[in-house]
């Protein structure tokens, strides 16, 4: 296997005396879609910073494409595609001088910047408003051209933040899609989410992070077999009396997590469990079986959930 | 979204010699793309400034003071005269702050594109260089006009006057340095700038010999005059524009003065700016 693309040993970034990323270890290979799964204040943003080659480091060692960021960053950026959590366009100028001048920025010529300028318009059908001032955007249209803007140099690496943050359901379904092909002709890719849903969809590999912390490593589907049940049975009794009745089923299943307004009970066959419930004569108001997910081995790995 | 393909992953494209030459100048292409939405307000109040203020206070309150100074004059001119290279180099310094202050606050803290295009081959320093070229720009644009304003007023008397441009221009791009320095520590945009306007550049604009000569103040006030960038500006406008007594030795001080402010506010700029990204 050829040497991996980004290579991370003991990173660490502290804000004065605040650790934001804690010693985190990990690889990225190439072609691969790597994400960092995590709640808000986990530190992705921060990690992305640090391997985009815009942030210092703190301690740790960091190589991205065989060269450390703190020499070598302008060369590294030319290399990235950066899509930022927060959209930071040129507000003053236009949707399509805010593509132009972004590729100016890598030295790309204005033949090429031409053409590429009406792929990517066309790609984040903002053509219509190819001369709107981006002030004058909507949200949604925002993001779509912070997307494109990182697509402007055809780069190795694209490194999305909370990419579908702010995507109305179908843009980000089309998002997913586009990140598939990106991903099939070669682009590797680095992406955060607090979305299981898109870390499933999205990432071969994946870390999940808490405080800093890198809690589990491993594909989606290889976590939740680590770290969970096949299947999940989510019962409701009614918020005052879930308390209670989650004493009872104690020991009916491998494990248990009481919610405010519901139980989790993880087992690899939930309707058997859901059977053996009713026979103790247990009647809950609502029951549901579904297949275990990263929210579940988020849980699991850190007590919370992942969106709150 | 749109499905299209769209080709990924060929490096060549990047011309990495190019950014590292002429990234600065990207980035003040950017800047200047952003003046020209708002173009013919510049140009307006390019005209409007000097008309104005040189009809108001050189003509009309100059009506008065010649009357009262006699034949004389005021450091041997009329009013509006002595008057308008005080107001060029103001008119200079304005125009900087304007185009160092607010990008500089917005690409930090509001619209935080600085971090946008470093996230680009672009550094902190060719960003500092390029909103500092940019306003250069838009200086060097007021400057001129103003002084084409001030000789259809008839207040140019010498044949030098023509290099009181270049000394405005150092008036104003040496105080936008510092001013770009000092707004990228601000962390949002807060009152320090109207604190700033208030207290630091309106006394500047009033103790600086502006309407009358520095030596006609009480001494314990010319120092104001000392470190205000436009005195030692206005000393030289006037001696170039009207032939004002001017030593060589205080000449090249005035020079050295704005020379200095301005390697150092683009210093602390670079600095300053790179430090902030790599936070
Ligand atoms: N520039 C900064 N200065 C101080 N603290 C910061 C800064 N950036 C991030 N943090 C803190 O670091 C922690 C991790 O933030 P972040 O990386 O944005 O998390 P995430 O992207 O996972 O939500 C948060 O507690 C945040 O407040
Ligand atoms: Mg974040």
């Known amino acids: 296997m050829s040497s991996p693309l980004i290579t991370a040993r ?33 530190g992705k943003s921060t990690t992305m910073r640090i391997i985009g080659a815009t942030s210092q480091r703190t301690s740790g060692d960091l190589t991205i494409l065989g060269m450390d960021p703190e020499k070598f960053g302008p060369q590294i950026r030319a290399h990235l595609g950066v899509v ?38 066309e790609f984040a059908q903002l053509e219509e408003k190819r001369n709107a001032k981006v002030e004058s955007l909507s949200g949604g249209m925002k993001r779509r051209l ?5 697509l402007v140099s055809e780069p190795e690496i694209l490194m999305l933040d909370e990419p579908t943050t702010g995507l109305d359901p179908q843009a980000r ?8 092909r990106l991903k099939e002709q070669g682009v590797t890719l680095v992406i955060t989410t607090h979305f299981m849903d898109e870390a499933e969809q999205l990432c071969d590999r994946l870390v999940v992070m808490d405080k800093g912390k890198i809690m589990a490593e491993g594909s989606p589907a290889q976590l939740i077999k680590d770290y969970s049940t096949k299947e999940v049975l989510e019962i409701r009794f009614g918020s005052e009396r879930n308390s209670a ?12 997590e009481e919610l405010p307004d519901r139980i989790l009970l993880y087992s690899e066959d939930g309707e058997a469990l859901l059977e053996k419930i009713y026979s103790a004569g247990m009647h809950p108001k609502t029951s549901l079986v579904r297949r275990s997910s990263l929210e579940d081995v988020f849980l699991r790995l850190t007590g919370r959930t992942l969106v709150d | 979204m749109s499905t299209s393909n769209i080709r990924q992953g060929s490096l060549e494209i990047v011309d990495q010699e190019k950014i590292i030459s002429r990234g600065s100048l990207y980035v003040a292409q950017a800047r200047l793309a952003a003046m020209m939405k708002w173009v013919w307000m510049i140009l307006a109040i390019a005209v409007a400034n000097p008309v104005l203020y040189l009809l108001s206070i050189g003509v009309g309150v100059g009506a008065f003071i010649d009357k009262s100074a ?29 185009e160092s202050v607010f990008p500089t606050l917005e690409g930090f803290n509001g619209w935080k594109n600085f971090f946008g295009m470093n996230a680009t081959p672009i550094s902190g320093n060719q960003i500092a260089t390029g909103v500092f070229l940019a306003s250069f720009v838009r200086v060097v644009g007021t400057v ?15 044949s030098k006057a023509w290099l009181a441009i270049p000394t405005a221009v150092m008036a104003g791009v040496a105080f936008g340095s510092i001013t770009q320095a000092i707004a990228g520590l601000l962390k949002d945009e807060n009152m320090f700038f109207v604190i700033f ?65 301005l390697v150092l506010g683009i210093f602390f700029s670079r600095r300053i700016f790179t430090q902030r990204l790599a936070k």
Request: hydrophobic fraction near 45%; include cysteine.
């Open chain 1, 10 to 42: 003991g990173l660490t970034k502290k804000f004065d005396e605040f650790v934001a990323v804690d010693e985190i270890d990990f690889d990225v290979a190439r072609g691969e879609s790597f994400g960092l799964l995590g709640p808000n204040g986990a």
């Open chain 1, 84 to 121: 930022p959590q927060q959209d930071n366009l040129d507000m003053q100028l236009s949707v399509s001088e805010n593509l132009y001048i972004y590729g100016r920025y890598f030295g790309l010529s204005r033949k090429f910047l031409k053409t590429k300028i009406e792929e990517l318009l």
């Open chain 1, 146 to 150: 912070t997307i494109a803007r990182g």
């Open chain 1, 173 to 180: 379904h089309i998002l997913w899609d586009r990140l598939f």
């Open chain 1, 245 to 256: 009745m989650a004493e009872q089923l104690r020991g009916m299943c491998d494990r248990i």
């Open chain 2, 70 to 98: 006699g034949p004389a004059g005021i450091d041997g001119v009329k009013y509006l005269t002595f008057l308008a290279p005080a107001l060029l180099a103001t008119a200079a310094i304005q125009g900087a702050i304007d």
């Open chain 2, 144 to 158: 001129i006009i103003y002084w084409f304003v001030m000789l259809a007023f008839g207040a140019l008397e010498s």
């Open chain 2, 197 to 261: 306007n208030r207290f630091i550049l309106m006394p500047l604009f009033l103790f600086s010999g502006t309407f009358y000569p520095l030596s006609s103040m009480p001494s314990y006030l010319q120092w104001i005059g000392w470190i205000s960038p436009l005195w030692h500006s206005t000393e030289l406008g006037r001696y170039l524009t009207y032939g004002h007594a001017l030593t060589q030795t205080m000449a090249i001080t005035h020079m050295v003065f704005l020379l200095t402010l």
